[in-house]
């Protein structure tokens, strides 16, 4: 077991070098080294990003937290009350072209019956 200060590697069976009489391990590591490398610099990457990103967020709220502190914000109690009433009248219009579809495809299957020769 490592001692607490010390920093071993996540994968030590990636890290250490395969022994020279064993050629499985050597030509696996060598199939495999690229793709550990590739993926860690990816994963590198992606941190990165992530810790960019939280900056960012954190900057903005900054900002949004002192526009609030500063200004007086509309109201935006009458839009959201026009997009509910929206949404409400589009899922009613959903609904409508669904009952609508359901009679076409009725009438669709009701005139391929009449078509077929008795």
């Known amino acids: 077991m490592s001692s607490p200060t010390s ?3 996540p994968t030590p069976e990636l890290s250490t070098p395969p022994r020279a009489s064993d050629p499985l391990s050597t030509g696996i590591k060598s199939l495999l080294d690229p793709t550990v490398k590739q993926t860690t610099e990816k994963l590198l990457q992606v941190h990165q990003s ?7 967020l954190d900057r903005l709220i900054t900002q949004l937290q002192h526009y609030l502190d500063t200004t007086d914000p509309p109201s935006l109690r009458p839009t959201v009350i026009k997009l509910a009433s929206t949404s409400k009248r589009l899922a009613a219009v959903n609904t409508t072209l669904q009952a609508i579809q359901l009679r076409v495809n ?3 299957v009701q005139l391929s019956k009449q078509r077929l020769p008795h």
């Open 7 to 9: 920093h071993a590697s």
């Open 50 to 56: 992530q810790q960019a990103l939280s900056q960012e």
């Open 106 to 108: 009725k009438l669709y």
